[in-house]
């Protein structure tokens, strides 16, 4: 009895320890703030990705034609996995300090006092019941550490990759806007010179529009203006075809860029930490699939007979 009271005060002990003590350490922010810090670097870089994906989207419509249509309806559909990435982000921020405190406040504790309760009745479920509790809430503390420490693996033999698909980005997009700022500009001065030149050759038109059509049926002066007409259409043309095949390799590489950046990022965020969590899965598994023999450290009557003997001798 006098052992069973010992047993007791050290697992009512363990108890408050794991509540007061390691429960607050390991649910306090300021003891994951290497974790912290990673997570928030790669939420920056989410949100980042995620302005220069909307923004590259809307300057290559500006591309003229429907050439680069689909590379921006691509690059503004990626936002829906910058989402998912930035959710799962905060999901394990969150993580940190509430599996620390459900494992050291909640079921390590649970465990522990069941061990207490089979102390003074033996139920050998009681021990198995315990030891499952323990383990998982060990497993679940650890899972979302292990998952950030893997990610900031990868991600640093990537960043360098990162920082030059956002620089990329911010340089074509850079390009995309002053390409057709200036081919806007170059458009309304066309245009207001075309139209000068209309007004201009409707009044000589006017003028001598009867002294042509008696002379020669305005038939030369036709023939001229349409094939200058097909000539200045014929080199605006070519000029810009190959602008815009230009800009549009441009969009071609960002999307590229973009789309390799949230490969990453997805299997980071989202695949390694499911991973993770089903390795220690796994591992409760295995560790709990051992058939633990707690019958002969419950079983009164071999005690009863060893300390018969000791009392006797």
């Given at each position: 009895?006098?052992?069973?009271?010992i047993i007791t005060i050290t697992l009512v002990c363990m108890i408050l320890c794991s509540f007061f003590v390691v429960g607050n350490i390991a649910s306090n922010p300021q003891n994951h703030q290497k974790a912290i810090k990673y997570l928030d670097q790669k939420k920056a870089n989410v949100?980042?990705?995620t302005a220069l994906s909307t923004a590259s989207s809307t300057a290559i419509t500006m591309i003229p034609g429907d050439t680069a249509t689909p590379i921006a309806t691509k690059l503004a559909d990626l936002t829906s996995w910058f989402l998912l990435i930035l959710c799962t982000i905060f999901l394990e921020k969150y993580l940190l300090t509430i599996t620390?405190?459900?494992?050291?406040?909640i079921l390590i504790p649970i465990a522990l006092l069941l061990v207490i309760i089979r102390i003074y009745w033996p139920k050998d479920i009681l021990v198995k019941l315990a030891l499952k509790l323990g383990l998982f809430g060990l497993f679940l503390f650890a899972t979302v550490p292990a998952s950030v420490f893997v990610s900031d693996l990868i991600e640093k033999t990537y960043q360098v990759t990162l920082d030059a698909t956002m620089k990329d980005a911010e340089q074509t997009n850079e390009t995309i806007k002053q390409e057709t700022q200036t081919d806007d500009s170059k458009k309304a001065a066309d245009d207001q010179n075309n139209k000068d030149g209309q007004t201009q050759a409707n009044s000589e038109q006017k003028n001598q529009s009867i002294w042509n059509s008696i002379v020669n049926g305005g038939k030369e002066v036709l023939d001229d203006t349409?094939?200058?007409a097909q000539d200045i259409v014929s080199d605006i043309t070519s000029f810009g075809s190959k602008k815009i095949e230009e800009l549009t390799n441009k969009a071609e590489k960002t999307l590229n860029n973009f789309i390799e950046a949230t490969a990453v990022m997805v299997i980071t965020s989202c695949i390694f930490p499911l991973l993770v969590v089903l390795f220690f899965f796994w591992l409760m598994k295995v560790f709990l699939g051992i058939n633990i023999d707690v019958s002969k450290f419950t079983k009164p009557g071999k005690k009863g007979t060893k300390m018969a003997v000791v009392e006797e001798k």
């Open positions: 009895m006098k052992k069973k009271i949100l980042k990705l620390g405190y459900a494992a050291f406040k349409k094939q200058s």
